[in-house]
């Protein structure tokens, strides 16, 4: 019985592979590596490189492997790009999910864990957000993600596939071992931008804001750790292979910290000096985002390991200084 990880070259496909293997289960991985790396797929997992959205590289996986259950994380996932190109989105990302689905449904494999997002709900109606407050996307790649959700919750009305979504706050650091760790090109996530400046890759970070309704003015962000994420993924295959319901769940610590005490404990954590200017608001963004992830924990007996911002940093940072051009050959 094997497990199938779509977009399991990915950022945080490639760290699920790992702690699924790492509990002995049997992976397989499919990615069309449009986004991710050879490099990150794990030497124990079986690959295949194609694209969700070819019934017929879906069908083939299928057909070859006895897959017991999937982890979909086959998607693209830059907010900026989605709002440039939206139709990109819903192709890759919607029309994607619709073929996966049907072909799942043809080969009777009826347990799906699906990598959610924040981005679903918008401009928060509360602090902590719960699942159940208003999913109101102010961009296309919530929006196509959000679809993705409603069309599995039709697709078990009818067909009876369960699925979980897990809806992630900012996931960001890197595998303990410093072998596989966030390469995204380009790069837009706070942490990877603000180590560039230690690593000389960048003068400075722009700080989008700093007259926002928080402490100091910046942006308030849950930083969840990625391997917390991946053994939320491996909590929910066990939930739904014990015969748990279709169910939607976030993943954060409930605890924010704005973007100039992400900087702040960067500097501490590569003892360097890291120079910050303030520039414009970017558009979309919250004032802040907090999850309550009280139902992943009860429910799934979620608990995260690593919610220390020191301790993600940190590993962010062993992940970036030792691979500066992430998984490209190191340049001398
Ligand atoms: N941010 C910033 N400068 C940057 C990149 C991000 O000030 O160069 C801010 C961004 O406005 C947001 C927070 O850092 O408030 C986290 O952004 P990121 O893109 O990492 O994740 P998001 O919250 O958009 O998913």
Known sequence: MSILVLGGAGYIGSHTVYELIDKGADVVIADNLET????????????????????????????????????????????????????????????????LL??????????????????????????PIMEDDRTCPTNTYGETKLAMEKMMKW????????????????????????????????????????????????????????????????CIRDYIHVTDLAQAHILALKYLLDGGDSNIFNLGNGIGFTVKEVIETAKKVTGLEINAKIAPRRAGDP???????????EVLGWNPQHADLEEIIASAWKWHSTHPHGFRKQEA
């Open 287 to 297: 004032a802040r985002l907090i999850a309550s992830s009280d139902k992943a924990r």
């Open 155 to 218: 697709t078990d009305a009818a067909h009876g596939l369960k699925y979980v979504a897990l809806r992630y706050f900012n996931a960001c650091g890197a595998h303990e071992s410093g072998s596989i760790g966030e390469a995204h090109s380009p790069e837009t996530h706070l942490i990877p931008l603000i180590l560039q400046v230690p690593l000389n890759q960048r003068e400075y970070i722009s700080i989008f804001g700093d007259d926002y309704d928080t402490k100091d003015g910046t």
């Open 36 to 99: 991710g790396h050879i490099e990150a797929v794990h030497p124990k997992a079986r690959f295949y490189k194609g694209d969700i959205r070819s019934r017929g590289f879906v069908d083939n996986i299928f057909e070859n492997e006895e897959i017991h259950a999937v982890i979909h994380f086959a998607a693209n996932s830059l907010v900026g790009e989605s709002m440039v190109d939206p139709l990109k989105y819903y192709d890759n990302n919607v029309c994607g999910t619709k073929v």
């Open 102 to 127: 049907e072909s799942m449904i043809a080969h009777d494999v009826k347990k799906i864990v699906f990598s959610s997002t924040a981005a679903t709900y918008g401009e928060p109606e509360n602090i």
